[in-house]
């Protein structure tokens, strides 16, 4: 069955330093992967995302995720977070249905940042 | 942004109640879904619709039902709302089927007393 994992409910990382979230999946094909984000009260923004290509892929606010097939993984990386960045964080993988795609999503980390 | 709404954005219900949730899309989207949020399980499907009439299930499609008589809207019922149903419920849309991200509404806060 299709699934995703998120290994840490909670991270706390200091503002300035740099962000790693982990994401693992289990998929039988090829997977569309995604990384939204959800600040409090407010729906999910959409970071980034994985179709095909080169597995290092770009998103919004500075965000960038790189999928590796071989240990089913698409971390979400950030160089320098700021205090903004506070909020949670959802890998979801795409689950093809008889009509359309549905979402996978993981529980979610929380990422707080000190200053 | 994606032109979603739902309607209401907050209600409390009664246990037994019927209740109707609303989502309202102005992007002429062919797909769309209903998801819940509960803390520690992140969000699940419900209902999706592929299109106008076509509906399928989601893992969590216990004591729901859903309609789509037009494109634009998507409406999630619950016949007799329960305690276990207090939950965030978020909308979606996605233009096309397969890869496409899909867009969410800004969610529906529902607690069943």
């Known amino acids: 069955a299709q699934s995703v994992t998120q290994p840490d409910i909670h991270i706390t990382v200091s503002e300035g330093a740099s962000l790693e979230l982990r994401c693992n999946y289990s998929y039988g094909a090829t997977p569309y992967l995604f990384w939204y984000v959800q600040s409090p009260g407010q729906g999910l923004q959409l970071l980034l995302k994985y179709f095909s290509g080169d597995t290092l892929v770009q998103g919004i606010k500075g965000f960038e995720a790189e999928f590796k097939r071989s240990q089913s993984s698409f971390n979400l990386r950030k160089p320098s977070v700021h205090w903004s960045d506070a909020a949670e964080y959802f890998c979801a993988v795409g689950a093809h249905r008889q009509a359309g795609t549905a979402l996978i999503f993981g529980k979610g980390t929380t990422l707080s940042v000190s200053s | 942004d994606a032109g979603i709404t739902q309607s209401p954005r907050h209600k409390v219900t009664e246990t037994g109640t019927p209740v109707t949730l609303r989502c309202h899309q102005t992007?002429?989207?062919?797909?769309m879904y209903w998801y819940r949020q509960d803390p520690g399980h992140g969000l699940r499907l419900i209902h999706y619709?592929?299109?106008?009439?076509?509906?399928d299930k989601g893992e969590v499609s216990d004591g729901y039902s859903v309609s789509r008589s037009k494109t634009e809207d998507f409406l999630l019922t619950l016949e007799s709302a329960t305690s276990s149903q207090t939950s965030v419920y978020f909308c979606?849309?996605?233009?096309?089927?397969?890869?496409?991200?899909?867009?969410f509404g800004p969610g529906t806060r529902l607690t069943v007393l």
């Open positions: 619709s592929y299109g106008v009439k076509d509906t």
């Open positions: 979606a849309i996605s233009g096309l089927a397969g890869h496409n991200e899909q867009f």
């Open positions: 992007e002429n989207h062919r797909y």
